[in-house]
């Protein structure tokens, strides 16, 4: 029998080789999703035949000396809000309403998606919207320069329309001009140097974390890519700027391939678009 310890080191070791516990989270309750996670961690590892169901201590042991290989520490400006203890002293627990979309596999995740939050006030105080599940994203960067690690990467949030089934997304709070030469009443924010810099662990982080499962991200996307309809200012100018291009550099990745439904990047936001129009 694991003690209410035993079973949160487990459950935490699970979380971070990806193996997500999507309806209560981190509590120390061996349920029917822990040992449904066991039992896929079990497949993975190529051991079909023993059952989850007792939890045997050679099992625990090896799942957790898995986790200690796999794990990726989070750079500094990111926080793990994937257990909840975030919000323990206000709503609870975090996103319980956000419907898993299914998984996405490690070796199928190429693409990291750039957003704007186009709101303000979703991270503060005590981070309202991101508990409640209607945030839809894997990380969150908050006016105050903080980001919050809020999904597992493998899950399959609906945040890129196309670029849903291979796509890990960043949304960065606040209002943004697409351009910045042009005046937009509605869109004033701009990016400070605390968001940024938060913006690009996030990205340092998905790329170390889906290298450390065997995957490898490529490509740098932005929403307006995907979805031309309603997110053509999506992430703006400065967003991608300051962080897309920076991050390309740093990781050598490219831009990803623009969907049927999209639009490129501009020049405007890229000087090597040379001739795209926004």
């Known amino acids: 029998m694991m003690t209410r310890d035993e079973a949160k080191a487990l459950q935490l070791a699970l979380l971070a080789q990806g193996y997500s516990l999507p309806r209560w989270g981190v509590d120390g309750q061996i349920g029917g999703e822990t040992l449904a996670a066991v039992d896929r961690w079990l497949a993975d590892h190529h051991d079909l035949h023993t059952p989850a169901r007792s939890i045997l201590p050679e099992i625990a042991s090896a799942i957790l000396a898995a ?14 809000a994937r257990d909840g203890s975030l919000l323990a002293s206000t709503v609870g627990g975090l996103h319980p309403r956000q419907e898993r979309r299914g998984t996405n596999p490690w070796p199928r995740i190429d693409t990291i998606v750039l957003h704007q939050m186009d709101c303000r006030g979703s991270t503060n105080p005590a981070w309202r919207r991101w508990s409640t599940g209607d945030l839809a994203i894997h990380y969150a960067v908050g006016r105050d320069g903080i980001a919050a690690w809020l999904y597992d990467l493998q899950a399959c949030v609906w945040h890129g329309h196309g670029y849903n089934g291979h796509s890990v997304g960043i949304e960065i709070e606040g209002r943004f001009p697409a351009l910045l030469a042009t005046p937009d009443p509605r869109r004033t924010d701009r990016l400070t140097d605390e968001m940024a810099a938060a913006a690009l662990a996030c990205i340092r982080h998905a790329v170390a974390v889906v290298a450390s499962h065997g995957g490898a991200i490529r490509y740098l996307a932005a929403h307006r890519q995907s979805w031309v309809a309603s997110k053509r200012g999506d992430p703006g100018e400065e967003i991608w700027r300051r962080v897309a291009l920076p991050a390309m550099a740093e990781h050598s990745l490219l831009a990803a391939r623009t969907l ?8 405007a936001w890229d000087p090597r678009a040379v001739g795209v129009r926004y």
Do not use: K
């Not at 049927?260 to 020049?267: D, H, N, Q, T, Y």
């Open 67 to 80: 986790a200690q290989r796999a794990t990726v520490e989070l750079p500094a400006g990111i926080v793990d």
């Open 260 to 267: 049927p439904s999209g639009a490129p990047i501009p020049e």
